[in-house]
Each structure stands twice: as C-alpha cells, then as structure tokens.
C-alpha cells in the first residue's frame, strides 16, 4: 500500500511538514483575510463587490507576470541550494528585483493614466467603474512594493526557511485586516471610506510587509540577506539562464492570468449578479486549497533541492508520495466544501439572483476541487522544478485559450445561458490539463539536474 510506504518514509514526511505547514498557515491566512475583506466590502451591495473584484483581475495579471518572473529564478534556487551556492542565489535575486520592478513601474503608470479604459474592458456598467476608478488608482502603488516580499520570501523558501514569510505574512495580514475594518466602516474616529479605505489599507500592508522582509533578513543575517554589490554583479550565462528557465514561466502565467480575466469579462458581462456570486465563491474556493498550494509550493522546494544534489530517484518518489497525499486530501475538502456551501453564502449580503448562482458555482467548485489542486501540485509542485517549465506554459495556454475561454464565451454570450454553464469552461479545462499533465508527470522526462 502506498499510504504504508508514505508513513515509513519519516524523512519524507519531517522535510515536507517542516516547509509545507508554514506554507500552508501563510495560504489559509491570506485567503481568510481576502474573504473578510470581500464580505466587508461586499456589505456595500452587488455594485461595491464587482467593482473591487474587477480591479482584483487586473491586479491578478500583474501579480501573475510578477510570479513568473519570480518562480522562473526560484527553480533555479532551489537547485543552487542543494550545492550550498549562496552567491548564485544572491545573483539571481538581484535579475529577479531588475525585472519585477520594471514590470511595476509599467503597471503604476498605466493605472495612473487610464483607469476607466481597464475597467471598460470587464465592464460596461458605469456604476461599477465609477466604484472601482479611486480604488484602482490607490491600490496600483502596490505594484512597486509587492515583488519586494514576493523576491524576499521566494529566496527564503528554497533555503528551506518557511517559518520566516509565513511569521511576516500572518503579521501583515493582520495589519491589513484591523485598517480594513477602520478604513471601510469608519471606526475608532477613521473616517468611512468604503473601497477607498480597502486600498489604503492594502498599500500600508503592502509597505509594512516589504520593510519586515529587508529588516528581519539583514537583522538575521540569514542566508538570502545579499549586498547590493552581489545582487547585481550577475553574469550574461546566469541571466540567459534565469531568462530560459523563466520565459516561460513568465509567459504561462500571464496568459493563465489574462485566461482568468476572460473568464471574468465573460461572468460580468452576463449580469451584475453573476460577477457579484463570482466575486462571492473565489476567495472561499481559494482557502479550499490554500492546503494543497502550500503542500505544492513545498514540494517545489524538495524536489528542486533534491534535483540540485543529483538524488533523482529520491526526486521521483517524493513526487508521487506528494501527488497521492495531496489528491485524497482534496476528494475529503471537496466533500466538506459541498456540505457546507449554504452556510458560507449565507455571510455575504447579495442579491437573492446572487446568492443563487453563488450555490451552483461553489457546488460545481467542490466537484473539481481534485482536479484543481492535483494540476497545482504536478505544474509548480513536480514539472516545474525539473525545468519542464515550457512543456507546462504550451499546455497551459493551449487548453485554456482554445478549450476553456471560448467555451465559456459560447455558454456566456452566444447562448445567453446563465453563469453556472459558463462556468463549466473552467470545468473543461482542468479536466483536460490533468489528464496531459499526468501522462507527462508518467514520462519522467522532468527529472532533471538544471545548475549543472
């Protein structure tokens, strides 16, 4: 039995617990404080709610390029760190902090200058743009401080030190949380700010986060804590490396990012009341599995470590305990998720049309909930840290540009059918992507040594 030869393996179990529960504590943290914010703002009614979400999509593209210019490096981290290379590391933080700024600075200018012209593209309901133009244009400075944490505690990760950004991450969401509640409702003699207070609350806990990655890595001398003298004295082969690991990481997960924007255009432009139950169902579908991207993201690390030290064969049974741990845990989330669906929509103040579709999605949700975290857990988990990075950004923008976008579109628009049958685009393509990426987790054809 494998559930027998995953306990035996005490190794396995002390190196996945160490990195993976932080990890996972940091995940569950940020999504309870999402969905707090969301019923928060989601107090102000239908109009309130899908106007913050929308400028979530366009955050989430930034935050996704940003990722990938990030997780590009990592791969190459955690192989470093199986050799004990720190000054590698310190040079590849150092591409990553050069590329993930200029990309925030694009960001924070277009923000500034056009906001209703990003908005129109979800939406044609003035209401909701007028809600979400001060909003987008408060929010967009966390565009120059969020890729400061994310390089801090990327690097952190693939030294093996979770405990550090989970520690930094529960305090800045807390942070984050209280001025949210001062800010939106107008507590403790705060002004009522509504969205706007959201935004400013978001930008500080933004700021504080970057302050206590840099204050406690140099304070703590630890690993990542490199001069600015060894970050940006990289290399022409370590950058065309980092750029072929990295491109298409990059180009993946901007396209899986504008692939989730058309997804939204798609719900917004059937109603209001559809992006509003959206809106309501993502951020607790995203604390569903923030278990399973924190057991993924570790596993990242193992096998990037174990890849690095040429142990290929310790690489490769660690990818399976963690693919089947992670796939019965999800079946049981599924289930949980499913149960007590009702009581969760019951939270947020939507329309009765909204809480209706809410239902359905978070229904069809736990349905998937496998097929989701088991894709997680082979792309960023196993595939990835092999360097099999362009195998996944093909299959990745193939199946959802060509399957899944146009079948929600079809469902949406060309039928008129309510959210929920949009919504089985989603359905399709994570069905379809596990079904290819499974074949190629199979293949072994990811198992490789990438910094030698």
């Known amino acids: 039995m494998l559930f027998a030869e995953i306990f035996r393996d005490r190794d396995y179990l002390r190196r996945l617990f160490i990195i993976?529960?932080?990890?996972?504590?940091?995940?569950?943290?940020?999504?309870?404080v999402n969905l707090l914010d969301t019923?928060?703002?989601?107090?102000?009614?239908?109009?309130?709610?899908?106007?913050?979400?929308?400028?979530?999509?366009?955050?989430?593209?930034?935050?996704?390029?940003?990722?990938?210019t990030i997780s590009g490096g990592n791969v190459l981290n955690a192989q470093f760190w199986g050799k004990k290379d720190v000054k590698s590391i310190h040079h590849v933080m150092g591409i990553q902090f050069m590329f993930s700024l200029m990309i925030g600075v694009i960001f924070l200018v277009v923000s500034q200058l056009f906001p209703r012209d990003i908005l129109r593209i979800y939406t044609r309901d003035e209401a909701v743009i007028e809600s979400g133009v001060k909003y987008l244009q408060i929010i967009s400075a966390v565009f120059l401080l969020f890729p400061i944490g994310q390089i801090y505690s990327g690097a952190l990760r693939c030294t093996g030190n979770a405990r550090t950004p989970m520690l930094i991450s529960g305090s800045t969401l807390f942070i984050?949380?209280?001025?949210?509640?001062?800010?939106?409702?107008?507590?403790?003699?705060?002004?009522?700010?509504?969205?706007?207070?959201?935004?400013?609350?978001?930008?500080?806990?933004?700021?504080?986060?970057?302050?206590?990655?840099?204050?406690?890595?140099?304070?703590?001398?630890?690993?990542?804590?490199?001069?600015?003298?060894e970050m940006f004295r990289f290399t022409k082969p370590l950058v065309l490396m980092v750029l072929k690991k990295g491109a298409p990481v990059i180009v993946n997960e901007t396209f899986w990012g504008l692939g989730l924007n058309a997804y939204t255009t798609v719900f917004s432009g059937i109603s209001t009341a559809s992006i509003a139950a959206y809106s309501a169902v993502n951020p607790v579908q995203n604390i569903a599995q923030a278990l399973f991207i924190g057991v993924g993201d570790a596993s990242a690390v193992l096998i990037g470590n174990l890849l690095g030290a040429d142990e290929l064969e310790d690489a490769k049974r660690y990818a399976k305990f963690t693919l089947f741990l992670s796939w019965c845990a999800a079946i049981f989330t599924g289930l949980l998720?499913?149960?007590?669906?009702?009581?969760?929509?019951?939270?947020?103040?939507?329309?009765?049309?909204?809480?209706?579709?809410?239902?359905?999605?978070?229904?069809?949700?736990?349905?998937?909930?496998?097929?989701r975290t088991t894709n997680y857990t082979l792309i960023i988990g196993i595939l990835r840290p092999g360097g099999d990075a362009l195998f996944c950004m093909i299959t990745e923008i193939l199946i959802m540009w060509l399957i899944g976008v146009p079948l929600a579109r079809l469902m949406g628009f060309h039928f008129g059918l309510p959210v929920y049958y949009a919504y089985l685009g989603i359905v399709a393509e994570e069905v379809i992507k596990l079904t290819v990426f499974f074949i190629r987790y199979k293949s072994g054809k990811w198992v490789v040594n990438l910094v030698n």
């Open 20 to 32: 993976a529960l932080p990890l996972i504590m940091q995940q569950v943290i940020t999504y309870s």
């Open 39 to 68: 019923m928060m703002i989601g107090s102000f009614g239908d109009v309130t709610l899908s106007a913050v979400n929308l400028v979530n999509q366009f955050y989430l593209i930034f935050s996704m390029v940003v990722f990938g």
């Open 176 to 229: 984050n949380a209280l001025f949210n509640y001062l800010l939106i409702f107008g507590k403790l003699g705060f002004p009522a700010l509504g969205a706007v207070g959201a935004a400013i609350a978001t930008v500080l806990a933004r700021f504080i986060e970057a302050f206590l990655y840099i204050f406690i890595t140099y304070s703590r001398k630890l690993p990542t804590a490199a001069n600015l003298n």
């Open 337 to 371: 998720l499913f149960a007590f669906r009702k009581p969760i929509i019951g939270l947020y103040n939507l329309s009765d049309e909204a809480k209706g579709f809410a239902m359905i999605l978070m229904a069809i949700d736990a349905a998937i909930l496998w097929t």
